[in-house]
Nanobody, 124 residues
Framework: QVQLVESGGGLVQAGGSLRLSCAAS????????MGWFRQAPGKERDIVAS????????QYANSVKGRFTISRDNAKKTVYLQMNSLKPEDTAVYYC?????????????????WGQGTQVTVSS
């Protein structure tokens, strides 16, 4: 069974940085694609970024391009989301997700495994 545990969320001022981590209980090799989603209150859960096991980055949401970086360390079974130049509109619960699919679509239903989420709050 795959378990995903996020960490690294918190409160930060606008313009600051945070790094989220997602530790998997199973070899990430078996999860071909890992992604980060976020969900703000009253809004849908949206893709932030996704990455293939090979390290190829599949996508970034337009709203985070140039500010966020997704990466993965298969040896450590961990996926990261480096978030720089944070804005108040980045405030959300951030979820790590994984799938055995190689080219999943950018929607939550394409992912099979989910973490519990970590809160990111950006103050203005």
């Amino acid at each position: 069974q795959v378990q995903l545990v996020e960490s690294g969320g918190g409160l930060v001022q606008a313009g600051g940085s945070l790094r989220l981590s997602c530790a998997a209980s199973e070899r990430t090799f078996s999860l071909n694609t890992m992604g980060w989603f976020r969900q703000a209150p009253g809004k849908e859960r949206d893709i932030v970024a996704s990455i293939h096991w090979s390290g190829n980055i599949l996508q970034y949401a337009n709203s985070v391009k140039g500010r966020f970086t997704i990466s993965r360390d298969n040896a450590k079974k961990t996926v990261y989301l480096q978030m720089n130049s944070l804005k108040p509109e980045d405030t959300a619960v951030y979820y790590c997700a994984g799938t055995h699919g190689t080219v999943p679509g950018p929607t939550p239903r394409e992912y099979d495994y989910w973490g519990q989420g970590t809160q990111v709050t950006v103050s203005s």
